[in-house]
């Protein structure tokens, strides 16, 4: 009994969360680094908006890598956060293509032009002035071309001119949460206030960036440069320790760091409170200002929110009378267990949908019909569980007894038949993943997540709620209470 109510605590704990999770107007979670608006976020065909199909423009016969492919679905998803799509998504698909949906969004010139950007990137002294990420500048070259000019007659680079490098040995304090923001209706004042600087350098000096741990845990991004960079460098940070040398890709900042001492030799390190993620991104950033591999648009295609509307009220619809229909039979065959049974299924779904909203989940209507699905696959564990019951009081088993061997024997079934279901959905996913089928990646990880939920309710909370209802019933004094 003791464990009975050690496991009914652990029930509703997580029921409370779940019921916390599944709010409407829920806050979210925001603990450091860790974001979650707890928002439902809808795919294509629910929410409306469009998809780009992206493919390498390069030779036939040309090899493109893995981490070619990779870099440039960073870098176009960072290009497409400026489009103020959140749930914007990128997957490869194959050898040499890129798919990218954007929920909510149908001007087809707006994303093309974001993400056909240049790619430029360029560093620009700022002498005492730290300019915040996001903060949008014109940007002039002409010292650089200067300085290939002074190069190609002379042979050796001008060190007083500007070159293609980076910030070395500086001290950096990501701005992540600065954003840029809108342009004002009035263009030409908008235009007026947007400042010009010369650039120094720009991202071509560069030959390798990676990211470091330093032996304290922190995370940097390492750099070095080509030999006639170096020099250029090495002399620009002699002779300004103490200022500042903004990072700009296509005219808008996005890093400001400190020089903190001369750099001499063409390699440096960007410091700053730097996570994984945020030094990975950086890198790549520094590594590509440009995408790695010029992409072309060979698809488009719109979907209207009016049909994705009708679609969440058919999907909710039939999500109802699925779980009713199911709920009602389970009540009708198996009476007092059947409804503890219900009540479970119950917790199910709203675990399962709490999950959805935490991870997040991109809900596609192929989503939500593994989700209904599941619900099958949540109650078929319930039914091996009260079959094997039935057995086992007809053998003349006390309730309590019956209920424990009846869960025992049911469970090398409800095991085997749910890794079954799993290696499926992992087949799916993978196979959705390399073709950028994401209908197919939908489907299978909600049904995923409803297989595992299912096993929790099945494992601890039926077990438990049927333990603390029938433990102090007879079922001859109340038959009626029971399936025959």
């Not at 016969?61 to 893995?66: F, L, R």
Request: charged share 15%.
């Amino acid at each position: 009994m003791k464990r009975n109510y050690r496991l009914l605590i652990l029930v509703l704990v997580v029921w409370a969360l779940v019921i916390w999770a599944v709010l409407p107007n829920n806050p979210g979670i925001h603990i450091g680094n860790f974001d979650r608006t707890m928002k439902t976020q809808l795919g294509l065909d629910l929410r409306g908006g469009m998809s780009v199909l992206l493919q390498v423009d390069l030779p036939e016969g040309t090899a493109v890598t893995s981490q070619e492919l990779a870099d440039a679905k960073q870098i176009l998803l960072s290009r497409s956060n400026a489009l103020g799509v959140s749930e914007v998504n990128f997957q490869t698909s194959g050898t040499n293509r890129i798919l990218g949906e954007f929920p909510g969004l149908t001007d087809t010139s707006q994303v093309i032009a974001s993400l056909k950007q240049v790619g430029q990137l360029a560093f620009i002294p700022m002498g005492s002035t730290q300019l915040q990420a996001g903060t949008k500048v014109n940007v002039d070259y002409s010292d650089i071309t200067a300085r290939n000019a002074a190069a190609a007659t002379t042979g050796t680079p001008a060190a007083t001119a500007a070159a293609s490098a980076t910030p070395a040995a500086t001290t950096a304090t990501p701005a992540a949460t600065a954003t840029p923001t809108a342009g004002t209706t009035d263009t030409t004042a908008a235009a007026a206030d947007v400042k010009t600087y010369k650039a120094l350098l720009t991202g071509t000096a560069l030959s390798s960036v990676n990211v470091e741990v330093s032996s304290l845990g922190a995370y940097n991004v390492a750099f070095t440069m080509d030999a006639d960079n170096a020099k250029v460098f090495g002399d620009y940070t002699s002779k300004h320790v103490g200022d500042y040398l903004s990072i700009v890709l296509d005219n808008v900042v996005i890093e400001s760091p400190q020089v903190n001492s001369a750099i001499t030799e063409g390699k440096g390190i960007i410091e700053g409170k730097f996570t994984a993620d945020s030094a990975n991104q950086l890198a790549i950033q520094l590594r590509y200002g440009a995408l790695p591999v010029p992409l072309k648009v060979v698809q488009t295609e719109a979907v209207g929110a009016t049909l994705g509307q009708d679609s969440i009220n058919k999907s909710i619809l039939a999500g109802i009378i699925g779980l009713s229909m199911v709920m009602v039979l389970m009540i009708y065959f198996y009476r007092l267990p059947g409804l503890i049974a219900d009540l479970a299924l119950v917790m199910y779904t709203m675990t399962s949908f709490a999950l959805f909203k935490v991870i997040p989940v991109t809900l596609t209507l192929p989503g939500i019909a593994g989700f209904v699905l599941s619900i099958g696959v949540a109650v078929d564990a319930n039914i091996l569980i009260f079959e094997r019951m039935k057995e086992e009081m007809r053998a003349g088993r006390a309730i309590r007894q019956a209920i424990d061997l009846g869960w025992t024997r049911a469970w090398p079934s409800i095991r085997d038949s749910n890794i079954s279901t799993l290696i499926t959905c992992f087949i799916l996913f993978i196979f959705g993943s390399q073709f950028g089928a994401t209908v197919v990646m939908g489907f299978s990880l909600t049904l995923a997540i409803g297989v595992l939920v299912s096993l929790f309710t099945a494992i601890v909370a039926t077990r438990t709620f049927l333990h603390l209802v029938l433990d102090n019933l007879k079922s001859a004094e109340h038959p009626r209470w029971f399936a025959k």
